[in-house]
């Protein structure tokens, strides 16, 4: 059976054709943001990424009628167990007003409904571990606030198959590990998995966590209220600071780890401290993740993009691996197939059709 897989990003749409698991073909389009700057919102740049789709598919020889299903990576929908959701009117509602915030991940579900049906309107569509996936403890939920809770948007996906992945490679079911992920990309996320869930998480998203190449991370608030009430800044501008223009960028002017790595080749001194206090904020997240599991972690998974770069990885280990030897690199990220894959648990019986 052939599976459409779609993914929008921030600045990009990714698109792959499956044969069960075998990739046909993967491709990515990156969009400048002069393609994007005439689309007010999100939503709006629904069907330019739709026929940016129809183009590819015919490039690579397929049609709509070539394809039995259609999976979309989740967005901020309101938040869920993890699973394979069928994507329906309720979740196209919520995905179209971005109930849980405003990314492009909103458009996945969309866009392989669209497509779906447009194909034959017997079709089905899905989505798999969306960004909002909410399996935390009450007590991991309390901010001290009691207006504000800790709502998770993160990189569930990618955590739940990278987890699923160690799983099989050692030969034991996922529900009966305890381990702690860390994705490593534009966004940073640092999960523990108990048992099969995942029970605490920071929102890479909204602000917690680590710094990341273009995420500020966790701020000292007073000092944000003050920038906030200063007059010097208007809400968008603090938002791009926090999510888009912070971290690394902030600092350093770029958001792609190999620049820093060739600053520091190159004798940056303050290239270099940024690196180390990214690495060393990620390693004390993992540290404070350990004691969820009150020390005792089977093993410490390092995922995403920025697990390419020999030198983060190592910076990071130096300081976690008193708490496990197991610390395992799975550099990249495996949403495409992890989507794809959630589709052939469905057709074989191994995993249920949840209701949204």
């Known amino acids: 059976m052939n599976i459409l897989v779609i993914n929008p990003g921030s600045t990009s749409t990714k698109l792959a054709v499956y044969n069960n698991l075998t990739p046909l073909f993967c ?9 994007l700057a005439p689309f007010e919102s999100i939503a709006a740049q629904k069907d330019f990424r739709k026929q940016i789709i129809l183009n590819m598919l015919k490039e690579h020889g397929y049609g709509l009628e070539d394809i039995e299903h259609f999976v979309g990576r989740g967005g901020l929908v309101k938040n869920l167990q993890s699973g394979v959701y069928r994507i329906n009117k309720a979740y196209l509602k919520d995905a179209n007003e971005g109930v849980n915030g405003q990314h492009a991940s909103n458009l996945g579900g969309i866009l392989a409904y669209e497509l779906a049906k447009e194909a034959n309107e017997n079709n089905e569509a899905y989505t798999v571990d ?10 991991a939920k309390i901010s001290g606030m009691p207006l504000i ?22 030969g034991k079911p996922y529900e009966e590990l305890s381990l702690i992920v860390a994705h490593l990309g534009g966004g940073i996320s640092v999960g523990v998995h108990q048992k099969g869930r995942i029970v605490d998480v920071n929102s890479a998203l909204g602000g917690d966590g680590a710094f990341s190449p273009e995420r500020a991370g966790g701020i000292p608030p007073l000092n944000l209220l003050e920038m906030a009430f ?11 600071q926090l999510i888009g223009e912070g ?10 780890i190999r620049d820093v790595e060739s600053m520091i080749r190159d004798g940056s001194k303050p290239a270099k401290l940024v690196l ?4 060393y904020q990620i390693a004390k997240d993992i540290g404070a993740s350990a004691t969820v599991l009150k020390g005792k972690v089977d093993a410490i998974i390092i995922t995403g ?27 990249g990220e495996d949403e495409m197939l992890a989507l794809a894959q959630g589709v052939c648990d469905t057709v074989n019986g191994s995993r ?4 949204y």
């Open 27 to 35: 491709h990515s389009i990156n969009h400048s943001a002069s393609d």
């Open 130 to 139: 969306p960004v909002v996936v909410d399996e935390c403890e009450p007590i």
């Open 149 to 170: 809770s800790r709502v998770r948007a993160f990189h569930a996906l990618n955590h739940k198959a990278v987890a699923r992945r160690y799983a099989t490679e050692i």
């Open 230 to 240: 200063s007059g010097k800044y208007s809400y968008q501008d603090l938002y791009k």
């Open 247 to 256: 971290g690394v960028y902030a600092y350093l002017g770029t958001k792609d």
């Open 276 to 279: 180390e206090a990214m690495a």
């Open 305 to 331: 993009g920025i697990s390419y770069s020999v030198k983060v990885t190592e910076l990071i280990k130096q300081s976690i691996d008193f708490i496990t030897p197991n610390v395992v690199i799975y550099p």
């Open 352 to 355: 249920p059709i949840l209701t």
